[in-house]
Structures are given as C-alpha cells and as structure tokens.
C-alpha cells in the first residue's frame, strides 16, 4: 500500500511557519500584511473558499477585506474596487474568486491586478516571468503540489513526470515548475493518443483533468507518485479526485487524497504569496 501524502498535516506545518514569520515580519517593520478577496455571485463553493481563506489568514495574523458583489454585477464595478485596491498600501495581494459571471471577462479583470499584487499567479506579467525562469508570484495550486512533493521527500530531478491536463491553473505553470527541477515533462489532454500508455511512463503522475475517477489502476506504473488535484462531487453525494483511489494507491509508492490532499496547499501558497509581496514592498 502506498504512502498517503497528507495536505492537511503539511498546510498545518506552512502555516504555522507563516504565522511566526509574519510575527518577526510585523515586530520589524510595523506593517501587517494584507489580502484582500473579491466575490461576485453567490456560488456556494466559492463562498466556502472565501471563508476558508479568511479564516486562514486570520489565524496567522494578516489583514483580511472581503468584498461581495451581486451575481448582476457590472465588470467596471469590479475593475473600479481592483483599481482602489492597487492604490491602497495596506493591501499586498488582491484574489478575484473565479469563476465569474458571463458578463464579466475574466481576463480583463486578471490583468487589472497589479503583478506585485496578483497574488494568484495569473497575471500575464507573472506568466511571462515563471516562462522566463525568473519567477514572481506563482500560481498557487501548481506551487503547493511542488511543495508536497519536496516535503515528503519525493526526488524530483531527472524523473518523467506526466500531467494530465493543461489549464493555465494548474497543468501549464505546473509543468514550468517541474521543467525547472530538472523532470521530464508530458502534459497529456483531450488530444492525447493512447493516454494509459503515457500515463505509464509517469514517476510522477498528475491528475488535473476535472473528470471523475478517470485514472485507473491500469493506468499507473508501480511505484510512481500520484498527486491528485481533481475535486467532482458525484451525483450520489459522494466527493472523489480524477485518480480511482482504490485501484491507484496499491500500486502508487505516494498519493494524495481527495480531500485532504492538494487542496488545502493551495491556500497555505496564497498565504505564502501574500507574506511574499508584502516582504517586497518593504524591499526585505
């Protein structure tokens, strides 16, 4: 049976690191770091992820500012409060909750943010700096699997690493990420020929499609590492990855659970690029 790699216990950990450098951060400088969030609508995931995320940045010790707009919404009513929040200097990192209503074009407002502030890592400026090698702020869930990875000792030069997926969320930046280690990298998506063949190859297998359960045991090459990044709620109620757990984890060496696996590093990174860019604008 593989090892389980617990996001829970890790997020725990990061956290609290978080929480003292602040700490040592504030007695220094006077300055809290602040993350403000924007919610449109009234999607009750994203409500619950906004929570979270308050909460989290409550417990270690930043500004938090939430603010809410009704689903009908105008996009110059949400470019005007993203405008005020990158001219207000208590505010170091600006997170618009996607998705967004029709009417509002997500990439106009993801541009809006200032880079220093983008603390999502979806800024074309940010994009372009992590394509370059010279990272800024880096999208968090693709950044939070990296940090799985090292903190549970898992090699990750000179590995083939296949990812299943190619959003500019996950499977782009996470591939840059990984290219950077020293991996070899596959992203494998609807195109892909022949995709238990490439699957596997993996040493490090990533499942980022938003399709339930659909890597299967015979999929997986024995001992490789599996990180699941999928979350589908089924219709009988039941929460499960991309990755069929009972079939994958008796031939995987490490693998991530749904829940408790990816999802709770991504916002253990917000806190952690928040923290970031308030350290850059003190120049620390």
Do not use: W
Not at 38 to 55: E, N
Not at 113 to 136: C, E, S, W, Y
Not at 207 to 223: D, L, Q, W
């Amino acid at each position: 049976m593989s090892e389980i790699i617990n996001g829970n216990e890790i997020s725990r950990v990061i956290r609290e690191e978080i929480r003292k450098q602040t700490l040592t951060f504030r007695e220094k400088t006077g300055v809290t770091p602040g993350l403000a969030v924007v919610l449109v609508g009234a999607d009750p995931a994203s409500q619950i992820y906004v929570r979270r995320k308050g909460k989290a940045c409550e417990e270690v010790g930043f500004l938090s500012r939430e603010f809410r707009l009704s689903g009908d919404a105008e996009e110059k009513e949400l470019l005007e409060i993203i405008r005020q929040l990158n001219d207000d200097p208590a505010i170091h990192g600006i997170l618009v909750q996607l998705p967004l209503p029709r009417q509002i074009r997500s990439q106009a407002v993801i541009e809006a943010i200032a880079p220093q502030k983008d603390v999502d890592g979806f800024h074309p400026v940010n994009v372009g700096r992590l394509v370059a090698g010279n990272p800024g702020h880096v999208a968090c869930t693709p950044q939070g699997i990296i940090e799985l990875l090292d903190r549970t000792g898992v090699a990750i030069e000179g590995k083939e690493a296949v990812i299943v997926g190619r959003s500019n969320i996950v499977g782009k930046p996470l591939a840059l990420l990984l290219l950077a280690r020293h991996a070899t990298i596959t992203v494998c998506h609807t195109r892909t020929r022949n995709l238990p063949e490439t699957t596997r190859r993996a040493d490090i297998l990533v499942a980022a499609a938003g399709s339930p359960e659909m890597i299967r045991g015979e999929m997986v090459k024995e001992g490789a590492v599996v990180i699941d990044v999928g979350m589908n709620r089924l219709n009988d109620g039941r929460l499960v990855g991309d990755v069929a757990f009972a079939e994958v984890a008796p031939r995987a060496s490490h693998i991530t659970p749904v829940p408790g696996g990816v999802g709770p590093m991504t916002i253990a990174m917000l806190l952690q690029n928040t923290l970031n860019a308030a350290r850059l604008t003190e120049n620390l």
